[in-house]
């Protein structure tokens, strides 16, 4: 009993690795007398075995299968006699090394070259027209000019004293007046008479070729002396224009006398 007590003071003391082989041993009569001991006091366990106890010639070849050990006794057995024991404690820490001394600074590149301006876009297209803007508010009205002085009408006019008209002869020109272009109210007066018995007398206003009006008279008495008057609204296109008043007798020689011509201007 005390040896016993010494010894496992004696373990406890220093700290024991069972080998393979106790190992196996053990598990090849905890299997062998598993059966039994189970019905008649319960498990066995590993405390109940002395060291040594069961040795490999107490257990059969074969008996004892890999998948009937343990992962550690697995392990064990893989890794041999020589197992690597259990993982020590982590040392403390060393010291912090002192702090390098700074390195220079590197030098600067060179500047890149700087690159072209890109060539102008071309214009866009002109934008539509803007709407038109509403109408500006009607200016007063401005005063009045002054009226100006009233203009003086002054008409052309010829006078013409005696002309004689012989008989049969081709129409005589009494009287006449050269005017511009332009619109007249024309007025021709003459007064007519013969020397014979009576007789047939006619008088022409023209505008050059063109007859404005017209005066005749089928009886004269003889010796008697008529006044003839005629009157027309022209426009004549060419400048000058001929105005006339041109008479003829039928039958005794006559003459024309007191003839005149007026030609007042209109707009």
């Not at 004689?164 to 024309?186: C, F, I, K, M, Q």
Request: some cysteine.
């Amino acid at each position: 009993m005390i040896k016993r007590a010494a010894r496992a003071h004696r373990t406890r003391a220093r700290r024991w690795w069972p080998t393979p082989s106790i190992v196996l041993a053990g598990a090849a009569l905890f299997i062998v007398l598993g059966g039994s001991a189970v019905a008649a006091t319960g498990l066995i366990r590993s405390g109940d075995i002395a060291p040594g106890a069961v040795t490999s010639r107490a257990i059969k070849d074969g008996a004892v299968e890999p998948k009937d050990l343990s992962n550690t006794t697995r392990a064990l057995i893989k890794g041999g006699a020589s197992a690597t024991g259990a993982k020590g404690d982590a040392g403390s820490g060393g010291t912090t090394g002192a702090t390098g001394a700074s390195g220079t600074n590197g030098a600067s590149g060179a500047e890149g070259a700087r690159g072209s301006n890109g060539a102008n876009g071309a214009n866009g297209p002109n934008g539509a027209n803007g709407l038109d803007g509403t109408d500006g508010i009607d200016g007063s009205n401005g005063t009045n000019g002054t009226n100006g002085t009233n203009g003086t009408i002054k008409p052309l006019s010829a006078r013409q004293g005696v002309t004689a008209l012989p008989t049969g002869a081709p129409s005589t020109t009494v009287v006449e007046l050269a005017v511009p272009a332009g619109n007249y109210v024309v007025l021709a007066k003459t007064q007519l008479s013969q020397t014979g018995a009576g007789d047939t007398v006619e008088c022409l206003l023209k505008s050059g070729a063109t007859t404005l009006d017209q005066a005749a008279m089928k009886t004269l008495p003889a010796l008697a002396a008529v006044p003839a008057s005629l009157q027309a609204v022209t426009t004549t296109t060419t400048s000058p224009t001929v105005l006339s008043v041109q008479c003829s007798v039928a039958v005794a020689n006559g003459s024309a006398n007191f003839s005149s011509l007026i030609a007042i201007p209109t707009a």
